[in-house]
């Protein structure tokens, strides 16, 4: 374990099922983020939480909705997702204007059928 | 930030020194190189950061030219659990920044037996 922590570690879902991705930290960090990594692909930053406010959110579909209720606590709402959108995706975590690394968690692997 | 160039992949011997290197021309002063890894299906892992001085811990060693144009990142002894992606960012700490990373492609580092 990293210190951060991702449930579930895979998902199935079906195009109109609701789901929710569930990240925690006790790092002390005070900054969380949502990356999403596609088959063969960089890792795409989705969404950046600051002292649990929204500072970031790169053109994300709708159809993906973040919510913070506290600085140790991060989830990623999902409805309505398309095959396309079936990818492992990692949440981390880091000290706010800190000089020290990003810590990652395990990531959800998620398929959409 | 400033962009990275990094060889897509290199292949190196168990036991043997891996020198994975890493281009950053574009880098101004306050920004730091950072190296992780992303064994596969996992998060990526935090390794090692540098402003310009050379830095050792427990895991490798980051070597950064006096003009800070390129770097390299040496596992001393690679084992067979060091393949992965190795990923070099360059990303300014402190100030108001949060501390975004953003990922390349990265460097494919195959450990053969």
Redesign the interface.
């Known amino acids: 374990e990293t210190g951060v922590t991702q449930t579930p570690r895979h998902l199935v879902m079906g195009m109109t099922n609701k789901k929710s991705l569930k990240c925690e930290q006790h790092l002390g960090h005070n900054a969380m983020y949502w990356y999403k990594q596609s088959a063969k692909k960089p890792l795409e930053l989705m969404f950046v939480y600051s002292l649990e406010e929204r500072v970031e959110n790169n053109s994300v579909p709708s159809r993906f909705s973040p919510e913070c209720p506290n600085s140790s606590h991060l989830f990623l709402h999902l409805h309505t997702l398309q095959p396309e959108d079936s990818a492992l995706y990692l949440c981390a975590s880091s000290q706010y204007q800190g000089a020290t690394g990003y810590t990652f968690g395990s990531g959800t692997r998620l398929t959409v059928v | 930030d400033a962009k990275t160039t990094q060889p897509p992949s290199m292949d190196c011997a168990e036991g043997r020194a891996a020198n994975l290197p890493c281009n950053h021309s574009t880098i101004s002063g306050n920004e ?1 190189v ?1 190296w ?1 890894r992303q064994i596969h ?6 390794i090692i ?1 540098g402003l310009k001085n050379n830095e050792t811990n427990e895991m490798a060693s980051l070597i950064i030219t006096e003009d800070r144009k390129s770097s390299t990142l040496i596992l001393p002894h690679a084992t067979l659990r060091d393949t992965a992606v190795y990923y070099c960012i360059v990303r300014v ?14 460097t494919i580092l195959t450990v053969h037996p």
């Open positions: 730091y950072y992780y299906s996992q998060g990526p892992q935090y950061h700490d402190g100030g108001t920044s949060y501390g975004k990373l953003t990922f390349g492609q990265g």
